[in-house]
């Protein structure tokens, strides 16, 4: 197979060649948006970050997006140096400065910034954070549903690297990808160390089963926002939703699959490890979810 999509595929988009940057409190264009080989994100993926979409003039739930910037900040000990205030602030004239007022996807990074030396010590990195606002013109586009492949890569414990965290080092989701795509798939699916099913190597992930909603117990799997909507919306809708261990084989027999993320919102599975997933098509309850969630979005 070579059709290859993702659930990051966007429509091409020409305005996208002369977008503005936010880089370390200034408006730059492409070219001038450059960091130091000597950054700490460059050198080792040392940093966090934050993917939002604007849908007609709101960054949706940007509040949570930026708390979990701050926190995994926290976590890894790294000052941003700017108040939330302050960073949405910073989304807010990236926005201005590129005339942005719907279907649009910014990245917010930040690292430890420039290092005096090249080598792994934090304490080496003296000069401040570097943090920059990527701010595209992007409509997602899929042209059919995901095809996922089981990988043996897995989303691990909490004291090797936590799988919540939002970090630049990104390493083991591009490995499980890697996988997937040589196996003829699109994206992965990754197992937690027990052997449940987790997440794939991008997004949340959730089956249909029989009306009801299932996901992972949320242990090993990054705490999406979109993901943790879908569940509000599950509860307030009456769908049935359960967070909890299953397996391959409860997978291969559902009836629906999808999966969740900022960019792609609600993407529907059609294949995983060469089984039809349901029709293969999107099911009705993945269909009704996006329906409740555009509305929750305005979009």
Not at 14 to 30: F, P, Q, S, Y
């Amino acid at each position: 197979m070579t059709d290859h999509v993702s659930t990051h595929a966007a429509a091409d988009d020409a305005r996208n060649e002369k977008i503005l940057i936010w880089l370390n409190g200034r408006i730059v264009t492409k070219a001038e948006a450059v960091v130091s080989v000597y950054d700490s994100g460059f050198m080792l993926g040392d940093g966090v970050w934050e993917g939002i979409r604007l849908y007609n003039g709101r960054w949706s739930f940007i509040d949570d997006h930026i708390r979990r910037l701050f926190e995994a900040a926290k976590a890894i000990d790294l000052d941003i140096g700017m108040t939330p205030e302050q960073v949405i602030s910073a989304v807010s004239e990236t926005q201005k400065a590129n005339g942005m007022t719907t279907d649009a996807h910014a990245r917010l990074m930040v690292t430890r910034g420039v290092k005096t030396r090249p080598f792994q010590n934090p304490r080496l990195s003296q000069q401040g954070p570097t943090v920059t606002i990527i701010m595209e013109h992007s409509r997602p586009t899929l042209p059919r549903p995901i095809r996922l492949a089981t990988v043996p890569h897995l989303r691990g414990l909490p004291m090797t690297q936590d799988p919540k965290l939002n970090s630049h080092s990104k390493l083991n989701c591009i490995l499980a990808c890697i996988a997937a795509q040589k196996a003829g798939a699109d994206e992965a699916l990754m197992l937690d160390v027990h052997g449940f099913v987790n997440t794939t190597n991008a997004c949340n992930f959730f089956i249909v089963r029989r009306g009801e909603v299932w996901t992972s117990t949320g242990d090993y799997c990054m705490n999406g926002i979109t993901r943790g909507k879908v569940i509000e919306l599950c509860r307030a809708n009456g769908i049935p939703v359960y967070e909890r261990n299953f397996s391959l084989v409860d997978t291969y027999s559902a009836d629906e699959a999808f999966l969740t993320g900022t960019f792609g919102a609600q993407t529907p599975v059609g294949e995983i490890d060469g089984r039809v997933i349901g029709t293969g098509q999107m099911g009705p309850i993945t269909e009704r979810l996006r329906g409740l969630y555009k509305t929750l979005v305005g979009a």
